[in-house]
Structure formats: structure tokens, C-alpha cells
């Protein structure tokens, strides 16, 4: 049941994500078949200023945390180290 409901939801975010490629790359053909490159290069490098925005604001310390906690059922590598150097 969990995993239908997740299914769902990847189904959905597909989908949005396949929408707004597709409605970029209609933005990008009607602008090069106008003959308007200035205004592409433009918003390629506001897309990537944004991008460096959303990485440098990434919480990547928390990140660690989650994948380190004592609830996941796998167990890290660095269990792994610590088991190896405790025998």
C-alpha cells in the first residue's frame, strides 16, 4: 500500500517534470526561430545564478545526519569501519 502511494507520487513528479522540459524547450524554439539569442543567453545565466543559489543554500550537514541515523535498516560505511577496527 506505502509503496503504491509512492508510486504515485513519482508517477505525478514525472510528470510535472516531462511538463516544464517540454514547455521550456518551447520557450528555447520560439526564441531561437525569432532570432532572440541575447535574450536565451540571459535566462541561461539567471537559471544557473539561481542554481548556484540552491546549492549553496543546501542544508548538507543535515543531510548527513538523516542518512546516519539510527532509524535507517542499512548500516554505513562507517559502521562498517568501526566493527573492522573493533576485532
Known sequence: MEQKMSDKHSSKRRRIALLLLLITMGGIATLLYFEQVAVIYV?????????LFVVAFADLKRVGQV?????????????AKQNQSAT
Open 67 to 79: 542518512a546516519e541515523s539510527p532509524d535507517s535498516e542499512t548500516s554505513s560505511p562507517n559502521d
Open 43 to 51: 535566462l541561461a545565466t539567471l537559471a544557473l545564478v539561481v542554481l
